[in-house]
């Protein structure tokens, strides 16, 4: 049976988002060219650019086909990024804990749909906030953003947080929830806390919307793991993508790229690749 005309049929649009921490985009752009070429995204956020607004590199982007950036950068550390097809009615740089310190930007699309890029401190070593200011200032990052988002929610809106959240909340995000449950990133206090910032929007983490919580996965191995790194298999899903109940039937897949932590001096963490359809 032919179907009707055009004007009769739903036509879908897919859109697609990646997020990455590239622990530094100058020094891997050749494996963030490859991967936009391959992959071809709608589009990519960034973390841990590492790298100055001054000499982030707008013209190499620009010139294989991604006209629309914005970044917040940091010399040396820290830096985030969005780098897009299509151009953005609107973007904004913000900042948390009273610090300008590279971690959140955030655009919104003509059709209304708004996109947070974040990138969670990590925290440093001890889960103690009273002895270590980076654990701390974690949680009052968490905390500040959970509120802001709780503030500014609104039914129906089509919102997508996506980003390196720095924290594995399943058991089965980690290589040993046994192992791990005292080690920054897999905390209960951690967990618990972004616990209320998923639930400040009822969001819907894309990655375990396809993939079980039963089932190990991934998005970060550390690099002391060296060349065994896949068969040691210490991993973490640090890397998450989150959509607002509006969005949920537009999900099609969400990926985990993990063949990509075998380029050679990769980042540390492998994309993680959402894609929506949306009708035209």
């Known amino acids: 049976m032919c179907p009707g005309p055009a004007s009769l049929r739903t036509i879908m649009t897919r859109f697609t988002i990646a997020t990455w921490n590239i622990n530094s985009v100058r020094l891997r752009i050749d494996q963030v060219l490859g991967f936009l070429d391959d992959y071809r995204?709608?589009?990519?956020?960034?973390?841990e650019t590492r790298t100055a607004d001054a000499t982030f590199p707008f013209d190499t982007f620009q010139e294989a086909g991604w006209p629309h950036v914005v970044i917040a950068g940091f010399k040396g550390r820290n830096g985030v990024a969005i780098l897009s097809r299509h151009a953005f009615a609107s973007s904004n740089v913000l900042s948390w804990c009273?610090?300008?310190?590279?971690?959140?930007?955030?655009?919104?699309?003509?059709d209304g749909l708004q996109l947070d890029n974040i990138y969670v401190p990590a925290g440093g070593a001890i889960p103690d906030p009273e002895i270590n200011e980076k654990f701390a200032h974690k949680l009052d990052f968490l905390e500040e953003v959970t509120d802001w988002i709780t503030d500014e929610q609104e039914?129906?809106?089509r919102r997508i947080l996506a980003g390196d959240l720095n924290i594995a909340p399943l058991e089965n995000d980690v290589w040993s929830h046994e192992k791990l449950i005292r080690a920054v990133s897999h905390t209960p206090v951690e967990v618990a806390a972004l616990g209320r910032l998923y639930a400040s929007h009822n969001w819907t983490d894309s990655a375990r919307h396809f993939v079980p919580s039963s089932e190990k996965l991934y998005s970060w191995w550390p690099y002391r793991s060296g060349r065994d790194w896949s068969a040691k298999d210490y991993g973490r899903r640090l890397d998450h993508i989150w959509v607002t109940p509006a969005l949920v039937s537009s999900l099609r897949s969400c990926e985990t790229l993990r063949h990509l932590r075998e380029h050679d001096q990769p980042s540390d963490h492998v994309p993680v690749v959402a894609t929506l359809e949306f009708p035209g």
Do not use: T
């Open 98 to 110: 009273g610090r300008d310190d590279g971690r959140h930007v955030q655009v919104i699309f003509p």
């Open 155 to 157: 039914p129906g809106a």
């Open 41 to 47: 995204p709608d589009v990519l956020c960034l973390q």
